[in-house]
């Protein structure tokens, strides 16, 4: 699609339109937009990072000029530039192009990574291998994961598990149903996450929480499950 395409099909200002791509991680190629595959992504990313780690730059100050001529017989530049966009924020110094690699983004794309090839990982082991994984520097955090994978404390040993929001139903009871019917109770942090997106401008998510679920204590932890039963 092409920008006048989308917004011909789209009820969203540019603006908005503009910065939900931006979230999206979407490129413009020849004037159209395109969503890049994300072992790709990883790939152009893990080229930046084994750059930086060889030319000891520190995540915060990548030179863009330099990263483009040594990573040009490997990848496009538009294409290197676009990574650097979208896990970076871009800034001059001395006429120089920089970017800072912003480290929740780069923790969290690197954890999505690691958890797309495994149904459930035992919790410490992936939180050892991920922080591993990540650039010399940067500290990974159970919180860089909202809404994209959740514990369960439950089993024995715990387990962590990929669950991405944008992977469960649009519309508010079908989304409620999909979460109770992959767990029957839910603390208000683990679901929160997860509901986060439906709550309209003046809505909260207790407010979500009263009308689809029902709230209970157990030992003194305040539970919410389904308000009806589920098939």
Sequence with gaps: YTTEGLLSQIQAS?????D?????HACQISGFWRLLDFDYEMKLLSHITQL???ESWSFSRIPLKVSLQELRPLEPEEMIQHCLECYG???VEEGEVFY???EDKICRATAQMLLQNAVKFNLSEFQDVWQQSVPEGMTTRLDQLKGLALVDRSSRPETIFLLKTEDLPEDTQERFNALFTMREKWTEADIAPYIQDLCGEKQTIGALLTKYARSSLQN???LYNSRRPLS
């Design 89 to 91: 924020k871009r800034f």
């Design 52 to 54: 930086m780690d060889s």
């Design 220 to 222: 003194g932890v305040k």
């Design 14 to 18: 540019s603006l908005e339109l503009m």
């Design 100 to 102: 800072a690699l912003d």
């Design 20 to 24: 939900h791509l931006k979230v999206i």
